[in-house]
């Protein structure tokens, strides 16, 4: 069982900046593909980014690209994802989470963060 944690969230403005954590219990941290996703009040969950266990690896969703990043710090088990240009669609809770598989599906994805509340305001 891999319990996730996520940090970093909070209220920014339009054009800002935010860097989102997510810390991992498991030493086999890297043995998972890790993804962040998304959810807006009334919207379904959806993918933002994931990346393969060695980091070498990763994919956007069409919305953030060329505005986030996401990285991975094996030797931490902890994950990442800058957010920069942020815009007020980009209001969401931030839900990090781990699988065995390789895919943007959420359906792929078998541990999953409480998640943590971003917030652009215009």
């Known amino acids: 069982q891999v319990q996730l944690v996520e940090s970093g969230g909070g209220l920014v403005q339009a054009g800002g900046s935010l860097r989102l954590s997510c810390a991992a219990s498991e030493r086999t941290f890297s043995s998972y593909t890790m993804g962040w996703f998304r959810q807006a009040p009334g919207n379904e969950r959806e993918f933002v980014a994931r990346i393969v266990r060695s980091g070498g690896a990763t994919s956007y969703a069409d919305s953030v690209k060329g505005r986030f990043t996401i990285s991975r710090d094996n030797a931490k088990n902890t994950l990442y994802l800058q957010m920069n240009s942020l815009k007020p669609e980009d209001t969401a809770v931030y839900y990090c989470?781990?699988?065995?598989?390789?895919?943007?599906?959420?359906?792929?994805?078998?541990?999953w963060g409480q998640g943590i509340q971003v917030t652009v305001s215009s």
């Open positions: 989470a781990a699988s065995r598989y390789y895919g943007s599906h959420p359906g792929l994805y078998n541990f």
